[in-house]
């Protein structure tokens, strides 16, 4: 057996060492402070190290255990987390002149509360490590005073504040796993608190049944009563391998009251197995990061319930990366109640030689059973198979970022099915959330919520009030699950794929599924805008071809100089969106255009080259127009050529890439700025992790867009741009252009005139249409002169009628 996995660990090692899936990629991201993704923060100069959190029943109060200190906050105001009350408990001046004799650095001297948990309706138990000698406390949960002497926390609550420990309090029980020691080598795992006449338990520590674990996470399972404990520890099965880490699942029962003779005061229904997530003819993940429990859906089995963890490795050909696996509870107990590896009590090495089955180890109710059968529990407690994941493969992998925390939740989306949600935090204080589906994880979203990567410690969702709270040592953080409205038309809204959110036709607006009673609109599996919005509008397509068949000239208006580099630029409509740029009626010959990483495109100004660009973006196979632009040569006599040839093309597009605006290094806080220049609407490559895409921003943008007519409808500027028409070609070419051009004028206004009497497709109310005026007026106001060529734009009427042509607006 040893030898056949050693086989096949050496085969993995080979055909592993070039993993090239990097895994999805966050479809829109909000860095800190984007209006969008607002989160509300708590922290205070007061307090600090906030990193054990516990919600409240009703959802109104967090718990907070921090650095000498227990908070009370108030979050059941939307807008703020307000502090509701605070018990101050730190160690005395003896007690931390005692730990720095001791050798420890003052830092760590402090009391780190590690254990919170409602103990009955009135109270909450609390440990902390009390300068390295470990307290628990009483706390009323109203007053938050303390109401008994403190216990003594040994085996509660781990003694150095950087070692990880798991408690839960069932039925006014309390279960741990931590280290009970000074040193920080003796881990337990153990009961305290017993009710009635039953006795405290721990570990029998005689045979090595934990091997220098890190404790992750326990779950109470109700129907089994049992208690999981997930943790990785160091694999002695595997002793051809230094320090092989392995994960682990393990098991007690809480109707355990220990053996009789053998056992006694000890488990006798402790049983762990290896918790593998592993893709075949790959590395393991071996090391378990966080894991949290979906309990089944309604009316399903206990058996259906999920455990989805997060995993990393512990070899370097997979490090940076992180995999998400889930398991099933009915193959966890399937292994427990299989065969268990041997182990020989003088070498204490392992073997699965078949040996007769004197009990079954992990099972319940082993209090009365004969030595003889303790015995073989004592001594089997290792599963000989390990726990695989669900569908044998990984749930999701990431190359790029490395989590450390998720929470999962189970989504009914608009046809009724019911969807996977993890929120996975990476190290990097981003906050991802991700939909499972049969094509593998999307991410629907990142959020940012730290400026700076800080080790977090705790991240908490509440399904009843859609919200995420994130404990680190700065603060704490309040993350509402979804906020639909950021995404302003029909296609926006379904090419997210968010099971939270639909499309309401009715509204115009993409709203929160659960809070409707309408039909909407919402195609989590595919995301097919043109099937689920076919009914809603006509396609940016078909609109666009309109258009060009009409070749009515519209778009932003750049002004440059023959021979200039001109640079035009494409925000894209998300980070899964595809751009392209086109002009009607001709090819882009690679000879003369240079496609750029971020999606704009570079050219020389040439007679050839002046004329429309259009550039489009395509998602999952539907396509919107972005942005169009009117490159012509400038007119000296209408403005005087700008000395320098960057500000030739002020308008929008850049000739130099060096020079687009740092969105991040602007804004008080370090927050983002909002939209103000149509340069920032494409961030470069290597910006994109700091200035992510807002969609309400392309939202502004179309608005501005749309602006550009309504600012700009006088006639002079028409006629300047004649003149220079005129210059360039012979009189009578100008003449039939003229009379063209007439026609076209024509034919633009009866063309606008229907759909001002439809009703406005635009769902934005006057008050944000007002706040955008004044926005793209400021925006305006840097560039007067060229809304005074853009004025000249012959089809004005066509482009304010085609809002829908834009991104982002409700169409
Ligand atoms: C949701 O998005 C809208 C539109 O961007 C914004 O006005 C609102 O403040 C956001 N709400 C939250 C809670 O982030
Ligand atoms: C909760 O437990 C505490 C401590 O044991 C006890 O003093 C208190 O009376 C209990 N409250 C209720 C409602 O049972
Ligand atoms: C175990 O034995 C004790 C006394 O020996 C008895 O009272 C108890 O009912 C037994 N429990 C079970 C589950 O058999
Ligand atoms: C407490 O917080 C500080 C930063 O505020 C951090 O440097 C330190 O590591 C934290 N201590 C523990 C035990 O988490």
């Not at 409240?56 to 059941?76: N, Q």
């Not at 009914?535 to 932003?556: D, I, M, Y």
């Not at 750029?596 to 570079?602: K, V």
């Not at 028409?718 to 009379?739: A, H």
């Amino acid at each position: 057996m040893e030898i056949h996995c050693l086989l096949s660990l050496t085969v993995a090692l080979l055909s592993c060492l070039g993993p090239s899936e990097t895994g999805p990629t966050p479809r829109v991201s909000f860095s800190l402070g984007s209006p969008g993704r607002l989160v509300t923060r708590f922290s205070s100069p007061e307090v600090s190290n906030t990193t054990t959190l516990l919600l409240s029943e009703d959802g109104g109060v967090l718990y907070v255990g921090a650095r000498d200190a227990v908070l009370a906050l108030d979050v059941s105001n939307e807008d703020a987390i307000t502090p509701r009350s605070k018990l101050d408990w730190s160690p005395s001046d003896k007690d931390l002149e005692q730990c720095s004799m001791k050798g420890k650095k003052m830092s760590d001297c402090p009391n780190f509360i590690r254990v919170l948990q409602f103990l009955n309706s009135s109270h909450i138990y609390a440990c902390g490590t009390f300068a390295f000698s470990p307290r628990c406390t009483y706390i009323n949960s109203e007053t938050l005073t303390m109401s008994l002497k403190p216990d003594e926390g040994r085996g509660r609550c781990p003694y150095d504040p950087y070692q990880r420990n798991t408690a839960i309090i069932v039925d006014g029980e309390l279960y741990t796993g931590t280290v009970a020691d000074y040193r920080g080598n003796r881990p337990v795992i153990s009961r305290h608190l017993s009710e009635g006449r039953r006795v405290d338990l721990k570990l029998d520590d005689t045979l090595g049944w934990l091997e220098d674990p890190t404790f992750i996470s326990s779950s109470f399972i109700p129907d089994e009563e049992k208690i999981y404990f997930f943790f990785s520890e160091v694999g002695r099965e595997y002793d051809f391998i230094d320090k092989f880490v392995v994960s682990r699942v393990s098991q007690i029962c809480m109707s355990d009251v220990g053996g009789q003779r053998t056992l006694q005061r000890r488990w006798t229904t402790f049983a762990k197995a290896q918790l593998l997530c592993q893709a075949d003819d790959e590395l393991p993940y071996n090391v378990i990061q966080d894991i949290d429990t979906l309990p089944p859906a309604e009316g399903a089995p206990a058996d259906d319930t999920l455990f989805y963890g997060i995993f990393t490795s512990q070899w370097s050909v997979n490090s940076g990366r992180s995999a998400v696996c889930s398991f099933r509870l009915s193959d966890i107990k399937s292994v427990f109640s299989g065969n268990y590896k041997v182990l020989n009590r003088d070498t204490l090495q392992w073997s699965t030689r078949v040996q007769e089955k004197v009990a079954n180890p992990g099972e319940c109710g082993l209090h009365n059973a004969s030595d003889n059968a303790l015995r073989f529990v004592k001594e089997n407690f290792l599963a000989d198979e390990s726990v695989r994941p669900v569908g044998r493969s990984l749930t999701m992998v990431s190359a790029e970022h490395r989590y450390s925390h998720l929470a999962v939740q189970r989504v009914q989306a608009v046809n009724h099915r019911d969807y996977t949600v993890l929120f996975l935090l990476t190290e990097s204080g981003f906050l991802h959330k991700a939909v499972l589906l049969q094509s593998g994880a999307h991410i629907i979203e990142e959020v940012q919520v730290f400026e700076q990567p800080q080790p977090v410690k705790s991240l908490k969702l509440s399904v009843p009030q859609g919200v995420i709270y994130v404990g680190s040592s700065e603060g704490v953080v309040r993350v509402p699950t979804a906020n639909c409205s950021v995404y302003w038309t029909c296609p926006q809204c379904v090419l997210a794929r968010d099971p939270f959110c639909g499309w309401d036709p009715n509204s115009r607006a993409c709203v929160e599924v659960h809070n409707t009673k309408t039909t909407l609109v919402q195609d989590v599996d595919r995301g097919s805008v043109e099937e689920a919005c076919s009914s809603v509008s006509l396609t940016h397509r078909a609109r666009f071809n309109k258009l060009s068949a009409a070749s009515c000239p519209a778009g932003e208006l750049v002004s440059v100089s023959l021979n200039e580099v001109v640079r035009l630029q494409c925000p894209p409509s998300s980070r899964l969106s595809q751009q392209q740029w086109e002009r009607p009626n001709s090819r882009l010959s690679p000879d003369l255009y240079l496609h750029l990483q971020d999606g704009s495109l570079s050219f020389v100004a040439t007679p050839t080259t002046l004329g429309h660009y259009l550039c489009l973006s395509t998602e999952n196979g539907f396509q919107q127009t972005m942005a169009i632009y009117h490159v012509k040569q400038r007119s000296s006599s209408v403005a005087p050529p700008p000395p320098s040839t960057q500000a030739g093309v002020r308008p929008g597009p850049r000739l130099h890439p060096s020079e687009g605006p740092r969105r991040t290094e602007t804004g008080p806080g370090g927050t983002q700025p909002t939209q103000s220049s149509r340069d920032a609407q494409a961030p470069t490559r290597q910006q994109d992790r700091d200035s992510p895409l807002w969609t309400e921003e392309s939202g502004h943008r179309g608005t501005a867009f749309s602006e550009g007519p309504l600012l700009s409808s006088r006639g002079p500027c028409y006629l300047k741009e004649l003149v220079v028409v005129s210059v360039l070609l012979v009189l009578c070419l100008s003449l039939l252009l003229t009379v063209l051009l007439y026609v076209f004028r024509e034919r633009c206004r009866s063309r606008t005139a229907p759909q001002a009497g439809t009703p406005p497709r635009d769902r934005r109310t006057s008050d944000e249409q007002e706040a955008l005026r004044g926005h793209g007026g400021s925006k305006r106001n840097g560039k007067a002169s060229h809304s005074g060529q853009a004025g000249g734009l012959v089809c004005n009427g066509a482009l304010t009628g085609s809002n829908g042509h834009l991104p982002n607006t409700p169409i």
